[in-house]
């Protein structure tokens, strides 16, 4: 659209921006330059760095040599790298799989039912609490916890001798055993406050008039939460599972503050071992390696993820219209 004036004699034009799509364009992308200059710097690089360093044979000193593809032939062989692999199926389990489901339950509880009988105060409330670990740092939740689950003194063992259940006290971090298990345990409790404040979210854009006729029309509590809740907040499903996975995988700090990968690897995960083979065994190569291969799990996941939750919107919206 072309406004014109006249002043002066001295007919003068402008031109609107919409009609140069081009232009618009090209100031967008300043805005996002600094972002992709900062992605290509911090992620980019060291990750293409990083897989430079998998295809030699180095430890951390000297001159690499290369070794071509050796080091992920040597993974395919490695039972200890497989082992860490199953372990983070465990962590899938214990900080998505569980959060997710009990993080749905726990919102449709405080959303439907706590706020109405109780106000949203309460709700507010207890939501904070559930949120709690997640603003703790990792390593002062891992020292705490590992103060409760000490073998001799521990809080948790000092509790079932008072009740009467002394049988039942446990290394819990020092037994192959139930070292995962218990770091799972952990895990739980640090990562359930994320998936119910996005769920509490996500509820709030559900038409309450849904869960008001279902109520006239008798349906109970679970009911409401299986045909209205799930089907209307899948998009923050898909996008908890995503996110929570990925954590899961790349999870560190709490198996290095609680058990440092033991005892025996039992509580080894890729993340840690490629550490421990960095700076460990100083194998800087194979260690580059495991990171690699991590990272691309990752990315494959991410991209899954998206594609879900891409599908999921594009079927809501065709649903509303």
């Known amino acids: 659209m072309t406004v014109t004036a006249e002043r002066g004699g001295r007919v003068t034009g402008k031109q609107d921006r919409s009609s140069h799509p081009r232009l618009a364009r090209d100031s967008y992308?300043?805005?996002?330059?600094?972002?992709?200059?900062?992605?290509?710097?911090?992620?980019?690089?060291?990750?293409?760095?990083n897989t430079g360093v998998s295809l030699t044979d180095w430890q951390g000193v000297g001159s690499p040599e290369w070794a071509g593809l050796a080091n992920y032939r040597e993974l395919l062989d490695d039972a200890e790298f497989?082992?860490?692999?199953?372990?983070?199926?465990f962590m899938v389990v214990a900080m998505a799989a569980l959060p997710t489901a009990v993080?749905?339950?726990?919102?449709?509880?405080?959303?439907?039912?706590?706020?109405?009988?109780?106000?949203?105060?309460?709700?507010?409330?207890?939501?904070?609490?559930?949120?709690?670990?997640?603003?703790?740092?990792?390593?002062?939740?891992?020292?705490?916890?590992?103060?409760?689950?000490?073998?001799?003194?521990?809080?948790l063992n000092e509790l079932l001798r008072a009740v009467g259940l002394g049988s039942w006290r446990q290394d819990w971090l020092g037994d192959p055993d139930l070292a995962l298990y218990s770091v799972m345990g952990v895990m739980v409790w640090v990562q359930l406050g994320f998936p119910l404040v996005v769920f509490m979210a996500g509820l709030q854009r559900v038409d309450p008039q849904l869960y008001e006729a279902a109520e006239l029309d008798g349906a109970g509590w679970w009911r409401r939460f299986a045909h209205i809740t799930l089907p209307q907040i899948r998009p923050e499903i898909y996008?908890?599972?995503?996110?929570?996975?990925?954590?899961?995988?790349?999870?560190?700090g709490a198996v290095y503050v609680l058990t440092k990968g033991g005892p025996g690897g039992a509580t080894n995960v890729?993340?840690?071992?490629?550490?421990?083979?960095?700076?460990?065994?100083?194998?800087?190569?194979?260690?580059a390696a495991i990171s690699t291969v991590l990272t691309v799990i990752i990315l494959a996941l991410s991209l899954v993820g998206l594609r879900l939750q891409t599908r999921a919107q594009d079927a809501e919206e065709g649903l509303r219209t």
């Open 29 to 49: 992308a300043l805005f996002l330059l600094p972002g992709a200059l900062a992605f290509l710097a911090v992620v980019i690089v060291p990750f293409l760095m």
């Open 82 to 89: 497989w082992e860490s692999f199953r372990h983070s199926l």
């Open 103 to 155: 993080g749905l339950v726990l919102a449709a509880a405080l959303f439907d039912y706590v706020g109405k009988h109780f106000g949203s105060r309460t709700a507010a409330v207890l939501r904070a609490c559930f949120y709690l670990p997640q603003v703790l740092p990792i390593a002062v939740a891992g020292i705490v916890w590992s103060w409760i689950l000490a073998p001799d003194d521990g809080s």
């Open 239 to 252: 996008v908890v599972l995503t996110w929570c996975t990925i954590a899961a995988l790349k999870v560190f």
């Open 270 to 287: 890729p993340s840690y071992f490629s550490f421990a083979t960095f700076f460990e065994k100083t194998q800087v190569g194979y260690g």
